[in-house]
C-alpha cells in the first residue's frame, strides 16, 4: 500500500478537462514539493510538473498542477488522443527518509 | 543530449546477485544525485535507491534495505546497483534517473530487466 493514494482510472472525451488527485499526509506532501510523471505505453517516465506547478520546457501548458495541505491534483485540459497515459504523482517522505510514488493513474481517452 | 543507458539485467534464481550499471552522457554526471526506480511487470512505479553527486549519501527504500547497495564512480559516469538476496518480488524493469535538485527527475534510461526466478 502506497503512502500516495492515487485513483486507479481517470477518463475523458476529447477537449474535456480530466483531474487526477494525489492524496499523502504531513510527512510528505505536507512538507515538500510534489512531482508528476507521465509514462505512454512501453516508455519510460517522462517528467510532467515539478515543484507542485511548474512545467518543464515542453511540456505544453495543458498540464497543470496544484497543492494543498497533504494533496495535490494534476489537471489536463483540452484532453487529447496522445495524453493516454499512466500518470504518478511523487513526493519525498520524510517519516520513511525516502521517495514515495502513487500507485499511478491510468488515463483513457474515450 | 543527455543519455542515460543501463545495463546488467537478466534472470537470476532466487537468493543470487546481479549488478545493474547506468552510464549517463551528455552532462556533469558529477553533479548530479542519480535514482533507481523499479517496475513490476503491469504494475506502477516504484522508487528503489539515490545516491548523492559525491557518493556520499545513499538512501533506500524499506524494501530493499540491507539488500542493495548504490554506488557510482564519477570517473567512469556510471551509478550501481548492486543487489543481493534476490527474490521472485524483486522481478522488475529497473530505471536510472537523474535528479535535478527541485526540478524534478528529467532523464530516465529505457531500464534494464531483471526477472528472479527459479
Known amino acids: 500500500q502506497s503512502a500516495l493514494t492515487q485513483p486507479p482510472s481517470a477518463s475523458g472525451t476529447p477537449g474535456q478537462r480530466v483531474t487526477i488527485s494525489c492524496s499523502g499526509s504531513?510527512?510528505?506532501?505536507?512538507?515538500?514539493?510534489v512531482y508528476w510523471y507521465q509514462q505512454l505505453p512501453g516508455t519510460a517516465p517522462k517528467l510532467l510538473i515539478y515543484k507542485n506547478n511548474e512545467r518543464p520546457s515542453g511540456v505544453p501548458d495543458r498540464f497543470s498542477g496544484s497543492k494543498s495541505g497533504t494533496s495535490a491534483s494534476l489537471a489536463i485540459s483540452g484532453l487529447r488522443s496522445e495524453d493516454e497515459a499512466d500518470y504518478y504523482c511523487a513526493v519525498w517522505d520524510n517519516s520513511l527518509s525516502g521517495w514515495v510514488f502513487g500507485g499511478g493513474t491510468k488515463v483513457t481517452v474515450l | 543530449e543527455v543519455q542515460l543507458v543501463e545495463s546488467g539485467g537478466g534472470v537470476v534464481q532466487p537468493g543470487g546477485s546481479l549488478r545493474l550499471s547506468c552510464t549517463g552522457t551528455g552532462f556533469t554526471f558529477h553533479a548530479y544525485a542519480m535514482h533507481w526506480v523499479r517496475q513490476a511487470p503491469g504494475k506502477g512505479l516504484e522508487w528503489v535507491s539515490f545516491v548523492t553527486g559525491n557518493g556520499g549519501g545513499t538512501y533506500y527504500a524499506d524494501s530493499v534495505r540491507g539488500r542493495f547497495t548504490i554506488s557510482r564512480d564519477n570517473a567512469k559516469n556510471s551509478v550501481y546497483l548492486q543487489m543481493n538476496s534476490l527474490r521472485p518480488d524483486d522481478t522488475a524493469l529497473y530505471y536510472c534517473?537523474?535528479?535535478?535538485?527541485?526540478?524534478?527527475?528529467?532523464?530516465w534510461g529505457q531500464g534494464t530487466l531483471v526477472t528472479v526466478s527459479s
Open positions: 504531513n510527512s510528505n506532501i505536507g512538507r515538500d514539493y
Open positions: 534517473a537523474k535528479d535535478v535538485t527541485h526540478s524534478g527527475w528529467d532523464s
